[in-house]
């Protein structure tokens, strides 16, 4: 099943952004995390098929929730290096969403560092048609890897996603900010906004938003939710924007 959590606007106090998490709800297990079945279903090759449903379910979400409540909503959607090197993934994708009616800019890909740094001819192709078809791309955990700064021009990213350990530590170590504002004037200066993951709290929501962070999610505005308590959300959005704002802490 899919999950989505919410990611705000520090500006507007809006949701711009939902990502699509995956979830399985085994029979006898229960929720089991992705971090378990996930690295399987790589090695299987069951990502694929994975993959291509989690894009397809969660782009006609999206489009339903475009369409009612929020005409300006992106869904992101992730794509593991396994999907890269198993299949050509993109021309079905932009396929899709052009069937739909979609904009291309209504879906951002996710995809993480260590990708870009061992990109292979095919990477780089698929991650060029993606560009061509509108669509966005974000490098999710930034700062988690080896980074390597060329690719983040050379690949032309949209948005880098400040990973939650960076963030928690804001609060904690004296010089914890020093990372996330390097991260925030180097992607500006590119001309990338920035996503911080994991916030939990309101003073690392303030802390973020001093430093011109974009964007934010986490447990402080909401956790990954159903399809149902995403719509429920954006209802409240739509129909009374100050008790959102409540809502989410952002007032």
């Known amino acids: 099943m899919l999950h989505y959590q919410p990611i705000i606007s520090l500006s507007s106090g809006r949701i711009h952004k939902a990502e699509a998490l995956l979830r399985w ?18 090695e299987t090759g069951l990502i694929v098929p994975i993959g291509d449903r989690v894009f397809r379910d969660a782009t006609r979400q999206l489009l ?32 899709h969403i052009e069937a739909l009616g979609l904009p291309g800019d209504s879906v951002v890909i996710e995809i993480t560092e260590s990708l870009l ?23 999710d955990d930034f700062g ?36 996330p504002e390097a991260i925030v004037l180097l992607a500006h200066k590119l001309g990338i906004k920035v996503v911080a993951e994991g ?11 001093g ?5 934010a999610q986490g447990y402080l505005f909401a956790k990954p939710l159903s399809a149902a308590e995403f719509e429920a959300l954006l209802r409240v959005q739509q129909a009374s924007p100050h008790s959102f704002a409540h809502m989410m802490g952002m007032s």
Not at 211 to 215: E, F, H, I, P, T
Request: charged letters at 20%.
């Open 211 to 215: 430093l011109g962070c974009d964007y």
């Open 199 to 209: 916030v939990e709290t309101v003073a690392q929501r303030d802390i973020l938003d």
């Open 117 to 139: 740094l061992d990109a292979s001819s095919s990477v780089s192709r698929q991650l060029q048609k993606f560009r061509e078809a509108g669509m966005q791309i974000s490098i």
């Open 25 to 42: 709800m085994h029979p006898e297990r229960g929720l089991v995390s992705p971090a378990d079945f996930i690295p399987l279903a790589e």
């Open 144 to 179: 988690t890897g080896y980074s390597a700064l060329s690719y983040l021009s050379k690949f032309d990213m949209d948005y880098l996603k400040i990973d939650q350990s960076f963030v928690r530590n804001m609060t904690v170590d004296p010089s914890g900010t020093a990372l």
């Open 64 to 95: 339903h929730w475009r369409a009612h409540y929020a005409p300006e909503l992106q869904m992101g959607v992730n794509m593991s290096p396994a999907q890269f090197a198993r299949s050509e993934g993109h021309a079905n994708w932009v396929a």
